[in-house]
């Protein structure tokens, strides 16, 4: 599947955390560059308000039945991931820090809303199911291959790797969504 | 002396044989056998997955359904003989009925699983 523009962007934007993770730390310095808990509470936060947003979205101009119940499952469980990772930098007493991954992921997603309000019918649901696809596809990759491995609270590496066997079942839906609309 | 000692001994021995050769009290045991007490069987879902199907299962026995996951889901039987709501942390119980059912979650479509009830 030819990857979206939307989907690129989003790899980028995680690309900004690899590249900082795979940065080699001087020589002279005390800590290796990286990112830290409260960042990755953020990244995680935004990737999990995008699709929320994106299944109200969708709530909003499909008539396809399994479009909307597949926006639905999406508004309801990362609203409730979201919740739980509120929640848990609460009791840490961890405020999100925003940064430039979370402000790229919060970009391209915005573009691909004004992309996807201008489609409608046939056209709107299969552009919806195959970011959803590209989405998690990325949003998983990151999680699996950065996220996870930076997070040092072990209460919010769990919360992120109970988030990664979610989200690895919403890919699987999406994929099976974009299949039913070819 | 010595007689009495070995008329008691003898009268042990007797004895001894005939609580050896009383046979045990099996009524109630078979009485048990025939109308088993209804099984607990509990499920937990978590992480969205059903967990593994209890085996065993029969008729008139509780199945009990545990959500230890973050999100909602359900326990509904294909066949529309049972459709269980599980809020996280929650859960919920239903007698089994027999035959082979498929169980998946409203809200979640890549989850299923197959309950045997004998």
């Known amino acids: ?182 | 002396m010595r007689c009495t000692m070995m008329v008691f001994a003898s009268l042990l021995a007797m004895s001894g044989w005939a609580v050896a050769a009383t046979p045990p009290t099996k009524a109630p045991a078979a009485v048990k056998a025939a109308t088993p007490a209804p099984q607990v069987h509990v499920i937990v879902v978590d992480t969205m997955q059903y967990g593994p199907m209890p085996t065993g299962v029969r008729a008139g026995d509780i199945i009990e359904w545990v959500n230890r996951g973050i999100l909602e889901h359900t326990a509904t039987a294909r066949d529309g003989r049972f459709d269980l709501d599980l809020k996280p942390g929650a859960s919920a119980r239903m007698k089994a009925t027999a035959g082979t059912v498929e169980v998946y979650c409203k809200f979640h479509p890549t989850m299923v699983a197959t309950l045997v009830v004998k």
């Not at chain 1, 936060?45 to 109200?56: C, E, L, N, R």
């Open chain 1, 1 to 182: 599947m030819k990857k979206s523009l939307f989907a690129l962007a989003i790899a980028l934007a995680f690309g900004t955390v690899a590249s900082v993770q795979a940065q080699p730390a001087p020589a002279a310095a005390t800590a290796p560059a990286t990112i830290d808990d409260a960042q990755i509470a953020h990244i995680a936060y935004t990737a999990g308000q995008i699709d929320v947003t994106a299944a109200k979205q969708a709530l909003k101009k499909s008539h396809n039945k399994a479009v909307l119940a597949f926006a639905e499952e999406m508004a309801r469980d990362h609203a409730a991931v979201n919740e739980q990772a509120l929640a848990l930098c609460k009791k840490l007493g961890v405020t999100p820090a925003d940064n430039p991954t979370s402000q790229a992921l919060a970009k391209a997603a915005a573009a691909e809303q004004v992309k996807l309000a201008a489609l409608s019918g046939d056209a709107y649901d299969k552009a919806y199911a195959a970011n959803e696809v590209a989405f998690h596809q990325t949003v998983n990759q990151a999680l699996s291959g950065t996220l996870i491995p930076s997070a040092r609270n072990e209460e919010l590496k769990s919360l992120l790797e109970t988030g990664l066997k979610l989200f690895e079942s919403h890919q699987m839906h999406a994929e099976h969504l974009a299949q039913s609309l070819k």
